[in-house]
C-alpha cells in the first residue's frame, strides 16, 4: 500500500537554528498538510497546501514557518529560527480529494535544546 | 467552527470485552468523520471514515463507528478488545465535500488488561 514518507525520522538541533522537515507525498494525492503533536497532546493543523500555494493556515503557522513542493514530488516544512516550544512530532498527510481519508507519514521528532 | 470531543482521555477494558470510545461532534451541518489510532511512536492510521454513506461504517481490525446525526455522534465500537488494540485513538471532523483541515480531538488512550 502507498505511504507518505518523511525524512528524517528524528531531529535535534539548537534553539535559533533553521531546520527543514521532509515528506514524500503519494503521487496520486493532491492537497497536502503539516500538522504537529506536541508530546501527550493533541494533533494540531498548521498549514494545507494545495496546487503549490497555501490554502488555509493556523495561528501556530505564524512567519517562522514556511512550506513548498520545490519539484512537484517532496512537500517540506521549514522553520526559520527554531524555538524550544517548537519541539513536537510533526506529521506530513495527503488526501486524492475530499471524499477519501487523509493518509499520514509516520512523523519526524523534532527536539529543540 | 467545527469540533469534536472525546469524553474519557483513558479507557481500560479487559481482553475479549467490549470497546466503546466516544466521540461527539458539533457542526451546523453532518460534516465527514473520521478514527485514526496511533501506537506509541508512531503515526496516524486510518480506522475507518463517514462520507454521508451509510451510517454504519467498518473500519479495519474489527472496529466500527455509528453515525447518530440526532445524537451528533459518532462512536468508535469492537466487540472483543485485543491486546494489540491498545494505543490512542483520535475522533476527527472535516466540512463535508471539502479538503479542508481535520479537526483532532484530544484522544482516548485504550488499555487493554488481561
Known amino acids: 500500500e502507498p505511504e507518505v514518507t518523511q525524512t528524517p525520522s528524528h531531529q535535534v538541533t539548537q534553539m535559533g537554528q533553521e531546520v527543514i522537515l521532509r515528506c514524500v507525498p503519494i503521487?496520486?494525492?493532491?492537497?497536502f498538510y503539516w500538522y504537529r503533536q506536541i508530546l501527550g497532546q493533541k494533533v494540531e493543523f498548521l498549514v494545507s497546501?494545495?496546487?503549490?500555494?497555501?490554502?488555509?493556515k493556523s495561528e501556530i503557522f505564524d512567519d517562522q514557518f514556511s512550506v513548498e513542493r520545490p519539484d512537484g514530488s517532496n512537500f517540506t516544512l521549514k522553520i526559520r529560527s527554531t524555538k524550544l516550544e517548537d519541539s513536537a512530532m510533526y506529521f506530513c498527510?495527503?488526501?486524492?480529494?475530499?471524499?477519501?481519508?487523509?493518509?499520514f507519514g509516520s512523523g519526524t521528532r523534532l527536539t529543540v535544546v | 467552527a467545527q469540533s469534536v470531543t472525546q469524553l474519557g482521555s483513558h479507557v481500560s477494558v479487559s481482553e475479549g470485552a467490549l470497546v466503546l470510545l466516544r466521540c461527539n461532534y458539533s457542526?451546523?451541518?453532518?460534516?465527514?468523520l473520521f478514527w485514526y489510532v496511533q501506537y506509541p511512536n508512531q503515526g496516524l492510521q486510518l480506522l475507518l471514515k463517514y462520507t454521508s454513506a451509510a451510517t454504519l461504517v467498518k473500519g479495519i481490525n474489527g472496529f466500527e463507528a455509528e453515525f447518530k446525526k440526532s445524537e451528533t455522534s459518532f462512536h468508535l465500537t469492537k466487540p472483543s478488545a485485543h491486546m494489540s488494540d491498545a494505543a490512542e485513538y483520535f475522533c476527527?471532523?472535516?466540512?463535508?465535500?471539502?479538503?479542508?483541515?481535520?479537526?483532532f480531538g484530544t484522544g482516548t488512550r485504550l488499555q487493554v488488561t488481561l
Open positions: 503521487s496520486n494525492h493532491l492537497y
Open positions: 476527527a471532523v472535516k466540512p463535508t465535500g471539502t479538503a479542508s483541515k481535520l479537526t
Open positions: 498527510a495527503g488526501t486524492p480529494g475530499h471524499d477519501y481519508g487523509y493518509t
Open positions: 497546501f494545495y496546487n503549490n500555494e497555501i490554502s488555509e
Open positions: 457542526s451546523s451541518v453532518p460534516p465527514y
